[in-house]
């Protein structure tokens, strides 16, 4: 009988325990990320999603007299349209519904986060909304947290959350939806500190978003790479995000390297001078009438029509051009190429773009994800 008995357990060991960790893993092998916004210059249609694992549909955002999450009525047919629409494509794409964003009211989420009725309602009416519409999970994208207050109680928000995320699950026998968040690129942002404890614990996955370290809006006197890989001087780069990360305690298989498919147009003092770090005057009129930002197809198209030099640093990974007075900040395909190697051998889950509408003919986005499935040796 004790023998029959291990014999029983063995089997039920090796033909069943396998497929659990199979079945429960199998989402989350690799990241290949995008988020895609309904003003952003491409329809759902026109996505590519052979090239990417996961899709981030932005932004649904907080009712603050509610506490519910909402979508707009502009953006409704889209969001409930996203999930088929990107599937048709890709049947195992998966989409997640990205909540708040920069331009959202972030002192509506800490007036949220501050009570358990307010965050539950919060909760609840998220989880309701991403199946109503047909989501795998959801992305918190709060930028940011205003103070030691609300970096408390997000800890709180996220802990709550992936309790009735599984207890939602349990009760009506679907798989979890995945729960996701969008943080800076350090563990430490405007002076606060992230409750990492519990970012660890509860979040599937960390989007780190490994960009806007400088801009000629909030660094206006000299030109920089704004999402520079590694930084040899002042240490603001992607992997110094991420070892910052590390050393808070988040597991290297939670991160997500945030890439983007946009740069920063500076206004050069001296056209002759034009490397990093050269003399600036705030933005170029190239660029948005906001910030000075350009999509990558629009930065390609200025390269093409002004004849612009380009230039590929390999010490920081980061691409600039210039032309006349303009300088431009930007990731072209060698950055993406060495960036995606660099997370595939830091052994990270994997990257996100923002956004995939700013591609051009989807060539970054193809680069990443074919560098992705190429060997490639560890960067250390």
């Known amino acids: 009988m004790a023998n029959y008995s291990i014999k029983l357990s063995l089997i039920i060991f090796t033909f069943f325990f396998p497929r659990q960790l199979i079945f429960c893993n199998s989402q989350n092998n690799v990241i290949k990320g995008g988020y895609w916004f309904r003003d952003s210059g491409i329809s759902t ?60 009211n972030r002192t509506a989420y800490g007036i949220m986060a501050r009570t ?41 928000l996220l802990d709550e959350f992936r309790a009735a995320i599984n207890t939602e699950a349990r009760n009506s026998g679907r798989v979890s939806l995945l729960l996701t968040a969008a943080v800076s690129n350090s563990p430490r942002v405007n002076g606060l500190n992230y409750p990492v404890s519990s970012v660890a614990r509860n979040l599937d996955w ?34 110094d995000g991420i070892n910052s990360w ?24 001296n056209v002759n ?51 006349g007075s303009t300088w431009i900040s930007y990731d072209d395909t060698q950055s993406i190429r060495t960036k995606v190697t660099y997370v595939k051998g830091r052994g990270l889950l994997g990257y996100f773009a923002w956004h995939v509408a700013a591609d051009q003919n989807w060539g970054l986005s193809r680069t990443a994800s074919q560098t992705w499935g190429a060997s490639s040796q560890e960067m250390k």
Request: hydrophobic share 35%; charged share 15%.
């Open 246 to 269: 590390i050393q808070a305690g988040v597991p290297i298989r939670k991160m997500v390297l945030g890439m983007p498919f946009y740069g920063y147009a500076w206004q050069l003092v």
């Open 116 to 156: 358990f009725n307010s965050r539950k309602s919060f909760i609840d009416s998220s989880i309701k909304l991403a199946r109503q519409m047909g989501f795998y999970g959801l992305d918190l994208d709060w930028e940011y947290p205003e103070s030691t207050t609300d970096m408390t109680n997000l800890g709180i």
């Open 45 to 104: 249609n026109n996505i590519d999603s052979t090239l990417y694992s996961h899709l981030f549909c932005a932004f649904a955002d907080l009712n603050p007299q509610s506490n519910q999450l909402i979508v707009s009525p502009e953006d409704r047919d889209s969001f409930v349209q996203f999930t088929s629409t990107v599937q048709r494509k890709n049947p195992s794409v998966k989409t997640l519904l990205s909540i708040a964003g920069g331009r959202a």
């Open 206 to 239: 960390l989007n780190i978003m490994a960009y806007d370290f400088y801009g000629p809006n909030w660094s206006p006197s000299q030109t920089n790479s704004h999402a520079q890989l590694f930084d040899p001087v002042n240490h603001v780069s992607g992997s």
């Open 273 to 323: 001078n034009h490397g990093l770090r050269a003399p600036a005057n705030g933005k170029s009129n190239a660029g948005s009438i906001d910030d000075g930002s350009m999509t990558y197809n629009q930065i390609r198209d200025f390269i093409v029509q002004n004849r612009a030099k380009t230039v590929y640093n390999a010490t920081i990974v980061g691409d600039y051009c210039y032309s």
